[in-house]
């Protein structure tokens, strides 16, 4: 019996793996260089729609269901990988079969209403435009958390979809720590900047030399070409297909080559995550990242905390003057400064490091409101410009700017926003660590990346999905989530920058 449960799995995990696949594979080709003819939507979208619904109902139908239970009353005899897919499969179980098929599809339809009204009301400024759509959104969500069901506080129960084990608790006391003070270092250290002027980042660039240094950067940080490619997006993303099948975008712009730079730099690290998962894992359903936010600590770890480094930039600098004699008269130091000026921003994803996690509070707070009943959607336009105006000090001129500048709501995305936050905590947790064992600085400038990333790979990228987050974080770091060492490593870094 156990033997050809097994041998279940084993074909179901192919199956779902060949789905995704062919979804990924289709995904890519819509969202890269513009590449796909706008008649051949419909017919993909009745493909995606096919696909999506065969991986639904391998996940969820009785037999699957069997299977799982029998494999999990006999955990014992399977091996740790297995086991650990049985507990995964049935999480997910769990959650799908909770929701009705038909108040899914219903939520999906919205979504794509909403989506396309979001960009019509993003582009007019208009924000009661999408007020109703907003609001039909959050109602789906609050029948969700009913059906769900959650422990302690509602928003739980859509905090945990990305981000395993996280809670309002462990958020509160997080973004306290984040309030009290980065709020105003931020402020103090932006003053200091005030007077560097670093618009020689703006200088014109011309494209076809951006994209040769993309691939010479992104092998220079260890991303394998072999196993991956480099092509263009409105936004950036990164999608690990398999190990040896590692895409990722960026975006080019002729009078800001340090933007396409340092999405390189963000996606590579995504997309070094992907190619180094441990072999053991291939024909599982546990490649990829441990979380959302597990996997922004790694992107951020290589934009931040390796591409901002003074050392990293020592390394590459005279390689970057040379592809790009633009910047021959700006100095090491000048462009140091340069790339790291922390300044006050209405956009979060253009927002520096040192700002960036602010910007995520605002939204955990707002929506934290909004489920815990407290806000209603009329007002989120007031309360988001008076929060912007409390932690970043500016003035939001239009909605268009403000509360109608990200995609994330309109696609159902709640709750998701933290692990962006979570990304840049983990990952000073996670270097704090590195640096018992490596002396990051002189490797980052020799740019030798082979030692940093072999123990990454083995603390981190080879391990998959076998740990939720918090198991992950607490074996590389002896604790979960701690704001300090992020805290401290911006105080330590922008402190020692003298303007
Ligand atoms: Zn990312």
Not at 182 to 201: G, H, M, N, R, Y
Not at 336 to 343: A, H, S, T, V
């Amino acid at each position: 019996m156990l033997e050809k449960y097994l041998e279940q799995l084993a074909s179901y995990n192919e199956k779902i793996q060949n789905y995704n696949f062919c979804l990924n594979m289709i995904y890519w080709d819509m969202e890269t260089e513009k590449g796909f003819p706008s008649k051949g939507i419909e017919k993909t979208g009745k493909v995606i729609e096919f696909l999506s619904s065969e991986v639904n109902n391998l996940m969820i139908n009785s037999k699957s269901k069997d299977m799982l239970d029998y494999l999990s009353l006999h955990k014992e005899e399977l091996s740790k990988i297995d086991q650990r897919q049985v507990e995964l499969l049935l999480r997910n179980y769990e959650r799908v079969s909770k929701i009705p098929v038909e108040l899914l599809s219903k939520y999906e339809g919205l979504k794509i209403k909403a989506q396309n009204v979001w960009v019509e009301a993003k582009e007019n400024n208009d924000f009661n435009l999408f007020a109703p759509y907003l609001k039909e959104l959050i109602e789906y969500n609050r029948e969700f958390i009913k059906l769900l069901g959650y422990e302690g506080h509602q928003y739980n129960t859509l905090l945990e979809a990305g981000e395993y084990g996280m809670t309002v608790e462990k958020l509160d006391s997080f973004f306290e720590v984040l309030r009290k003070e980065l709020v105003p270092f931020a402020k103090e250290t932006i003053k200091k900047f005030e007077k560097f002027d670093a618009s020689f980042l703006e200088r014109l660039v011309p494209l076809e030399r951006q994209k040769s240094f993309s691939n010479f950067l992104a092998r220079y940080i260890g991303f394998d070409l072999d196993k991956g490619l480099i092509k263009e997006s409105e936004h950036p993303f990164c999608m690990g297909i398999e190990p040896n099948n590692v895409r990722f975008t960026t975006h080019y712009y002729k009078d800001n080559f340090v933007s396409s730079m340092f999405s390189i730099l963000h996606e590579g690290g995504h997309g070094i995550y992907e190619q180094n998962q441990d072999e053991s894992l291939i024909v599982t359903l546990l490649q990829g990242g441990a979380s959302m936010g597990v996997h922004e600590s790694q992107s951020r770890t290589y934009e931040n905390i390796f591409g901002r480094n003074y050392y990293f930039l020592k390394g590459l600098y005279p390689n970057i003057q040379e592809v790009f004699p633009e910047f021959k008269d700006i100095s090491l130091d000048e462009f140091y400064k340069g790339i790291n000026k922390p300044e006050n921003s209405l956009i979060r994803i253009e927002a520096d490091e040192l700002t960036y996690s602010l910007h995520v509070m605002i939204r955990y707070e707002i929506e934290k409101m909004i489920f815990e009943g407290k806000l209603e959607v009329e007002d989120l336009p007031r309360v988001w410009n008076a929060k912007i105006k409390e932690y970043l000090g500016i003035d939001v001129p239009s909605d268009s700017k403000g509360v109608l500048q990200d995609v994330h709501w309109a696609g159902g995305m709640f709750g998701y926003f933290p692990s962006y936050s979570l990304g840049n905590a983990y990952a000073s947790q996670i270097i704090d660590e590195l640096k018992k064992e490596i002396d990051i600085n002189s490797h980052l400038g020799n740019g030798d990346f082979a030692p940093i990333n072999s123990w990454l790979n083995e603390k981190i990228h080879k391990k998959g999905m076998t740990l939720d987050p918090n198991d992950l974080i607490k074996s590389v770091c002896g604790e979960e989530l701690n704001p300090v060492p992020f805290i401290n490593y911006l105080k330590e870094k922008f402190g020692s920058i003298e303007i």
